[in-house]
């Protein structure tokens, strides 16, 4: 019933609010004067004040509750003051079927002012079967309503769903790209490592070659001049010989230990060279070794990085998209329990609206009952 009321008050009465809830918006009785202004009940509603104070509350319920009284309204005036649901929705109810009548609330509020007994009876112009008609009809469009309420919320629940998926695919793919963008760069770098090596490598190995080559240079020019040293020594000794008249074919046995002595020390030299030689080439080889060992070690690091990089990219794919489920999930679990919430509360309004409804019917058979019979009283006296 509430539902069918705020939607009188909205679209017929048209208050200087647009009304929610008849708890929040009237629990301080100033729409109560709104109301009984817009139904030209009263003339001027600078006696209402719009504040939440309990002076004001008080000062606005008491001018409703007169007014009220003087409509011959039943309600109970100490639990409507104090803002009770069942209370307003009675008074409020009352003045829309007053309003439903197309009685005059000017002629009323005019004839408060008449002698007593003299009163004006409005008629009534509606019947009961015209009222359950109006009823119904405003429960079919709040019903058309609520529906659309619900379909606009389930479509919107379903787009943001959607919009949240294509983020999640739109992010993947970036992702894709990125890693394929920068396998193709890793690759290239290789490249150009690989070309940065090799130059170095040449260089290397000019270098030694140019090295061997002056180490080459220099043995051999100590060899000539070794050699001429000898020879110079020989001479000089053979013209020492001729000088002092010694016998050259006597000291014969001295020249083949000469030879003799020429002959090791070249070969000396040349041992020490090919010793040299030796220990450079072993040398070379294990620079060459520690240099492959350590270009391997340094593949062997560079790919368990990638496998380390890959891993880690496919645990963090596997974790994002395991909380992407369990997200849809969560948020699947939760539009369920809304809607079945959604559907309760609904049902326990309906079932509430029907007992409000019987009430308000009881109410009303009373009402014209006592009409009847007050102008049953009337007519006998007269």
Known sequence: MSDIIIDWLNREIQLSKHIYTIEDDF??????????????????????????LPSAVAANFKETITSLQELKIRFDP??????????MLKVLFSLKQFYDKGQDFRKIALSKTK????????????????????????QKEHK????NEHDKVMKKNEDTLQSMRQKEMDT?????????EWNKKGLQTFIVNQTRLNEIKKKEKEFRHS??????????????????????????????????GI??????????????????????LERIREKKELNESAKKLKDQRLVKMKHEEELKQKEMENQ???????????????????????????????????????????????????????????????????????????
Not at 247 to 264: G, H, L, M
Not at 350 to 372: A, F, G, S, T
């Open 308 to 382: 380390q990089m890959m891993s880690n990219f496919l645990k963090n794919v596997s974790e994002r998209s395991q909380k992407f489920q369990e997200d849809a999930y969560n948020y699947y679990r939760k539009t369920q329990i809304k809607d079945f919430l959604l559907t309760q509360q609904h049902q326990s309004q309906m079932k509430n609206k029907k007992k409000l409804d019987d009430k308000m019917e009881i109410l009303y058979k009373e009402h014209l009952e006592l009409r009847k019979s007050n102008e049953s009283i009337k007519l006998e006296e007269i």
């Open 211 to 244: 090295e061997l080559e002056k180490y080459r240079r220099k043995l051999k020019m100590l060899e000539d001049r070794g050699n001429i040293e000898q020879k110079e020594g020989i001479e000089d000794y053979m013209k020492n010989l001729e000088r002092l």
């Open 78 to 87: 100490e639990a409507f003051s104090k803002g009770k649901l069942e209370e």
């Open 144 to 147: 058309a309503w609520v529906k």
């Open 115 to 138: 002698i007593p007994g003299k009163q004006t009876m409005t008629k009534i112009q509606k019947s009961p079967k015209s009222k359950q008609l109006y009823f119904d009809e405003k």
């Open 247 to 268: 016998d050259i074919n006597a000291i014969t046995d001295q020249e083949n230990v000469v030879k003799k002595q020429e002959f090791s020390v070249y070969s000396t």
């Open 172 to 180: 993947m793919k970036q992702n894709k790209e990125f890693m394929k």
């Open 27 to 52: 629990k301080n009785g100033f729409f109560f004067g709104e109301l009984l202004y817009k139904l030209n009940y009263i003339e001027d509603v600078s006696k209402y004040v719009k504040s939440k």
